[in-house]
Structures are given as structure tokens and as C-alpha cells.
Antibody, heavy 118, light 109 residues
Framework: EVQLVESGGGLVQPGGSLRLSCATSGFTFSNSWMSWVRQGPGKGLEWLANIKEDGSVKNYVDSVKGRFTISRDNAKNSLYLQMNSLRVEDTAVYYC???????????WGQGTLVTVSS | QTVVTQEPSLTVSPGGTVTLTCASSTGAVTSGSYPNWFQQKPGQAPRALIYSTSNKHSWTPARFSGSLLGGKAALTLSDVQPEDEAEYYCLLHQGNAYVFGSGTKVTVL
């Protein structure tokens, strides 16, 4: 059974940092592109970033470039999102998802809530 | 930044058919945008329905189909069931990134 489990969310002050993790199982993680997607309260989905199987290619949406960094550890079957310089508007549920081909995003985690507030 | 637009809301009767569309501010949506479709119900993570325009995942009900229609990506729900009431999002490949559509709330009434 494919499983993705996000963790690391919580309350952080504006300007602060947080590192999200996504632990995976049930598929060959090292053969999969992976993505982070978020959803603000009452809002739609926003694709944030993805990373190639070997970590050699990373892409980001403009709104998080320079502040967020996606990474992975294939030995631990885990995906990460380092979030720096957090803003109130970064408040959202953050999902990790597997992307087997061109945005298919077939499996998703349950999400982890990040709240940026003073 | 590319803007991807969907109908805000649509209402359909049980057993009926409804088509949702997905338009890009950069021009016509083509197969090269690899249109994907997702369903999301309140309090749940999104569920993938369609990838690369018209391909179904193993769990996608047969009543869901994807296509290109008049320069847009389209998702057609046939023989709509009450459990199809949900928010639906398209996702397009743009450059080196992806952009979600604004979402369509489908009400079954």
C-alpha cells in the first residue's frame, strides 16, 4: 500500500522557518519525481515545487523561489521542504505527492498544517 | 505568472452530464500542457482522476472522462452520482512548473 505521511507543521511567527517532512512507503521512492502542494484556508490548490528522482532538478513556483527549498533523501524514502522567511500568506495545509508522469500526482499525503502568525 | 481559469460552480442533476473546462491565460491548452484533473472533498486530500488529457487512473470511475475542447482542457462527468459532489481542479504544465486551476465546485441537486 502506498503511503505518504507529512509532518513538521505547526505555528511559526512571520519571518521564521520550518522544515516539513514527507515519509513514504509502498513504492520505489528513488524512481519517483515528488512535489509539494499547498492549500490556504478556504482557498484552492497551489503547486509549489518538485524534485527529480535523483535530486538533480528542482523547480519552484515564483512565490516561494528563494525562500523554500525542496530536497529528498532516497536512503530514507523521504521528501523535505525547508521554508524560510515565512509570511502570513504561507499559512496553509501542505501536501506532498508522487508525480509518476507530467503532473499526474497520483498519491498524496493527508497534509500538515502550517500557521504563520504573531 | 500563468493564470488557469475554471468555472467557479456548476450544478447537475443526478444521472445527468456536466462538462468542466480549464483555460490558460497563455493561450490554447494543448496536450503539451499535460492536463490533469483532481477531485477534492471537504477535509480530504485531493484525489487524482485524469492525467495527460484523457488517461484514467486505475481507480477513476468510467463516468469521468478528459478531453480537449475548443482550446481548453475539459472534464466530463456522465451519469453523475451524489458522491461526485466535490471541488474539481485542473493542473497544467507551464514551462518548468505546474499551475492549478481556480477550481470548480460541482453541486449534485
Amino acid at each position: 500500500e502506498v503511503q505518504l505521511v507529512e509532518s513538521g507543521g505547526g505555528l511559526v511567527q512571520p519571518g521564521g522557518s520550518l522544515r516539513l517532512s514527507c515519509a513514504t512507503s509502498g513504492f520505489t521512492f528513488s524512481n519517483s519525481w515528488m512535489s509539494w502542494v499547498r492549500q490556504g484556508p478556504g482557498k484552492g490548490l497551489e503547486w509549489l515545487a518538485n524534485i527529480k528522482e535523483d535530486g538533480s532538478v528542482k523547480n519552484y513556483v515564483d512565490s516561494v523561489k528563494g525562500r523554500f527549498t525542496i530536497s529528498r533523501d532516497n536512503a530514507k524514502n523521504s521528501l523535505y521542504l525547508q521554508m524560510n522567511s515565512l509570511r502570513v500568506e504561507d499559512t496553509a495545509v501542505y501536501y506532498c505527492a508522487r508525480d509518476p508522469t507530467w503532473g499526474a500526482h497520483d498519491y498524496w499525503g493527508q497534509g500538515t498544517l502550517v500557521t504563520v502568525s504573531s | 505568472q500563468t493564470v488557469v481559469t475554471q468555472e467557479p460552480s456548476l450544478t447537475v442533476s443526478p444521472g445527468g452530464t456536466v462538462t468542466l473546462t480549464c483555460a490558460s491565460s497563455t493561450g490554447a491548452v494543448t496536450s503539451g500542457s499535460y492536463p490533469n484533473w483532481f477531485q477534492q472533498k471537504p477535509g480530504q486530500a485531493p484525489r487524482a482522476l485524469i492525467y495527460s488529457t484523457s488517461n484514467k487512473h486505475s481507480w477513476t470511475p468510467a463516468r469521468f472522462s478528459g478531453s480537449l475542447l475548443g482550446g481548453k482542457a475539459a472534464l466530463t462527468l456522465s451519469d453523475v452520482q451524489p458522491e461526485d459532489e466535490a471541488e474539481y481542479y485542473c493542473l497544467l504544465h507551464q514551462g518548468n512548473a505546474y499551475v492549478f486551476g481556480s477550481g470548480t465546485k460541482v453541486t449534485v441537486l
